[in-house]
């Protein structure tokens, strides 16, 4: 069973910027993928980026809506994944959670964390 834990949230004013960190344990990383989904209060979960690695190379998919303000990126050696947020907006305010599975799209179905709290004040 892998292990996740984000950390990196916080309140910041429009406009501004946060990095998120997912640090993974608990079996070998090659060959997998990680990604960030978030939940607005009200609102469904929904996804946000993702990136896998493995054979085929390194992949990032994002939310069209997202690209070029989120960055995710990773850090093989400290198996942690970081998810760059920019420009944020109220809008941005979630509970954003880590994923992790075998692919970017079985993340939903693999282990998950507790979650990091990103509250965007106007």
């Known amino acids: 069973q892998v292990h996740l834990v984000e950390s990196g949230g916080g309140l910041v004013q429009a406009g501004g910027s946060l990095t998120l960190s997912c640090a993974a344990s608990?079996?070998?990383?090659?060959?997998?993928?990680m990604g960030w989904f978030r939940q607005a209060p009200g609102k469904e979960r929904e996804f946000v980026a993702a990136i896998s690695w493995g054979w085929s190379g390194t992949i990032s998919q994002y939310v069209p809506s997202m690209k070029g303000r989120f960055t995710i990126s990773r850090d093989e050696d400290k198996n942690t994944v970081y998810l760059r947020m920019n420009d944020l907006i109220p809008e941005d305010t979630a509970l954003y959670y880590c994923?992790?599975?075998?692919?970017?799209?079985?993340?939903?179905?693999?282990?998950w964390g507790q979650g990091t709290l990103v509250t965007v004040s106007s």
């Open positions: 608990g079996r070998a990383f090659s060959n997998y993928a």
């Open positions: 994923a992790a599975g075998a692919t970017i799209g079985t993340l939903s179905s693999g282990s």
